[in-house]
């Protein structure tokens, strides 16, 4: 992958692509005054984006994010009632743009991202991934053939990605040199805090998991589980839209179809287990963090993922 520079003119457009209502980030710029301003502020952003580009480098300011708790229903004193909206600043979604842009590029000329997936791709939809599921079942179910659907959710999926197997799968995926150095410190070393009603925690950093609210995370997400939208299973069709997978798995008797779920489920178990990090017991330190990652890519090996 080839990460080329940016114009005067791209960062003019993606500026005027910025939604105007959005939420601040720490830096208290709105996108407002990005946009009242971009005659002054283009040259030197262009600028600042060509050298991140050049030295594969993302800014440390623009790591940080502002969690915003949003009560969805229940009682206010449980936390589990909350949801954790994660707010950057515009600025970094400028460079972030530009990144994606690039990246989609790639991904797409080069067909790299399964076609089971359906999530977060320009051309398709959950109306389109509906409908060739329902043909699909329609199809076996005309041939006589007993259908059985798996459906799956990945819990708190983008926040239990494994950077360290990520940037592996980057890399794998032909992102090398500068452009892989940029994505590995676009990742690293990254904070969040979290405000109400006015008031903030301290920062903590962030050592799991693409970041939300990004412009980058949800394709860098489609990467990640882009080899379990590829898995191999006997009499079977997987789609996917992000982390949302089902599985229709097919046969002439129900035993016959029960047997290759169950066969296809064994497969697909051990896909959690060598590529998340579970939020719940955080790596601690940098030792076990390679010592983690050493076994989950032994395990992978085995297992033929």
Not at 15 to 25: A, E, M, Q, R, Y
Not at 61 to 69: C, G
Not at 257 to 265: N, P, Q, W
Request: net charge positive; with cysteine.
């Amino acid at each position: 992958m080839v990460m080329l520079g940016t114009s005067e003119q791209e960062i003019d457009s993606i500026i005027n692509s910025l939604k105007s209502d959005s939420t601040v980030g720490w830096d208290s710029i709105p996108t407002k005054v990005l946009k009242m301003a971009k005659n002054i502020l283009t040259v030197p952003l262009t600028h600042i984006v060509n050298l991140c580009i050049e030295k594969g480098v993302f800014p440390k300011v623009f790591k940080k994010s502002i969690i915003h708790p949003i009560f969805k229903a229940g009682d206010r004193n449980c936390v589990g009632n909350y949801r954790p909206i994660s707010v950057l600043t515009s600025l970094s979604k400028v460079l972030e743009k530009i990144v994606n842009k690039r990246l989609v590029t790639y991904l797409e000329d080069k067909h790299i991202l399964s076609n089971n997936q359906f999530g977060f791709r320009q051309g398709k939809s959950t109306e389109q991934a509906v409908s060739e599921l329902v043909n699909f079942v329609a199809k076996h179910v005309d041939n006589k053939d007993k259908c059985l659907g798996v459906f799956l959710d990945l819990a708190k999926a983008f926040d239990t990605v494994s950077v360290p197997i990520l940037v592996n799968k980057l890399e794998a995926i032909g992102i090398r040199g500068i452009a892989l150095k940029l994505f590995k410190d676009y990742l690293s070393d990254r904070t969040q805090k979290v405000t109400i009603g006015g008031y903030f925690s301290k920062e903590i950093p962030i050592t799991y998991g693409v970041p939300q609210g990004s412009v980058l995370g949800p394709k860098l997400f489609l990467v990640y589980i882009n080899n379990l939208c590829n898995l191999e299973l006997d009499k079977s069709k997987i789609f996917s839209y992000a982390d949302d997978t089902a599985i229709i798995f097919y046969a002439k008797t129900w035993e016959e179809t029960k047997s290759t779920a169950e066969l296809g489920l064994h497969k697909i178990s051990n896909w959690p287990i060598v590529n998340l990090t579970c939020p719940r017991y955080p790596l601690r330190s940098a030792n076990e963090a390679l010592a983690t990652d050493r076994w989950r890519y032994n395990h992978r090996k085995k297992a033929g993922l």
